[in-house]
């Protein structure tokens, strides 16, 4: 028998769908913003690239996502399949150029082209130390990933959007692309060279209709931040005590915000690293 939460949503559905019928549809309808959309993420084995790999399906994409772990990438891939998606992992590392380029050719060839790029793939400082102490080593592993790897992103993203008239990239920066951190040097210039690439390419393609964003992310709940946590030697609540909304922002939140840069509405955004600290960034 139904239960009252079951008919509910049954009858939600129904007044949606004579609303579409009769083209008063109204935020009652569950938003598609991306239906048949061809969306690529780095890095969405997972943290913020899975809920974003995630979120996207769920508004209709056809996703195609990376990272180096083939098993987790198999097994989110198949989940999100599994809830009706559309998704395919295939292993790329973004430090390596031959592989991100065969990654960018290869969701081309399965989509037929390349609607959205969402560059996310990132690592933190392997050690929380001050300047002195950091090694040229850890400095050039942060920049190979954080840096190179969004810059043959968008080197191999690009000349494929031109090709169709445009497309929408969105760059994962961090809170770190704005403000100094202390004891995390290589991350910190890493993010803001993620910005500076973000504005470059903002200017160069903005006319070619792609539009080159990207975002601020403060502390969010992830593998990384709870490594960090850890490395760090403080708790969600020490951390949340920092950002104005007091608490940890969630992956989805993010993917909301990552969506939004994609999306339509915002079609008069370029070359941005928005905030999304919950107000770190305006204090
Ligand atoms: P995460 O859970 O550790 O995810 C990082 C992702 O990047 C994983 O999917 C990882 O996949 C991938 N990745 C790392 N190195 C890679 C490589 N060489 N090639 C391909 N993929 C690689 O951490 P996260 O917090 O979601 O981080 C995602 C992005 O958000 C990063 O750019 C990070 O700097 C940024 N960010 C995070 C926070 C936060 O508080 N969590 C705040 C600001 C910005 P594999 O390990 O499978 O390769």
């Given amino acids: 028998m139904p239960s009252r939460r079951d008919m509910l949503t049954a009858g939600a559905a129904a007044v949606a769908a004579t609303a579409l019928a009769a083209g008063t549809a109204t935020a009652a309808v569950p938003h598609r913003r991306f239906d048949g959309r061809v969306v690529l993420i780095t890095g969405?084995?997972?943290?913020?690239?899975?809920?974003t790999a995630r979120a996207f399906a769920a508004e209709g994409a056809k996703v195609f996502?990376?990272?180096r772990r083939e098993a987790l990438?198999?097994?989110v891939a198949a989940g999100i399949r599994a809830s009706g998606g559309d998704a395919t992992y295939r292993r790329a590392d973004v430090r390596d150029e031959a592989e991100v380029r065969a990654l960018v050719e290869a969701c081309v060839r399965r989509h037929g082209r390349l609607d959205v790029a969402v560059n996310n793939a990132g690592i933190e400082s392997p050690?929380?130390?001050r300047l002195h102490e950091q090694t040229l080593a850890d400095l050039d592993a942060v920049w190979r990933t954080n840096v190179a790897g969004v810059?043959?992103?968008?080197?191999?993203?690009?000349p494929r959007m031109l090709a169709q008239g445009g497309g929408a990239i969105v760059n994962t920066a961090s809170v770190s692309a704005e403000v100094g951190f202390a004891t995390i040097a290589p991350y910190n210039a890493s993010k803001h060279a993620v910005?500076?690439?973000t504005k470059v390419a903002g200017l160069e393609y903005a006319a070619d209709g792609i539009r080159v964003n990207a975002l601020a992310p403060?502390?969010?709940d992830t593998p990384m931040l709870r490594r960090a946590a850890e490395a760090f030697g403080m708790t969600y609540e020490q951390i949340a005590q920092d950002y104005p909304i007091r608490r940890i922002v969630s992956p989805d939140e993010i993917a909301r915000v990552i969506m939004f840069l994609a999306s339509a509405d915002a079609s008069a955004v370029v070359g941005q690293d928005l905030d999304a600290t919950g107000g770190y960034l305006s204090a």
Wanted: aromatic share 10%; glycine share 22%.
């Fill in 44 to 51: 969405g084995t997972s943290g913020i690239g899975e809920a």
């Fill in 65 to 67: 996502f990376c990272g």
């Fill in 73 to 75: 990438g198999n097994q």
């Fill in 127 to 129: 050690r929380a130390v």
């Fill in 151 to 158: 810059f043959l992103g968008m080197k191999y993203e690009i």
């Fill in 195 to 197: 910005a500076s690439l």
């Fill in 218 to 220: 403060g502390a969010v």
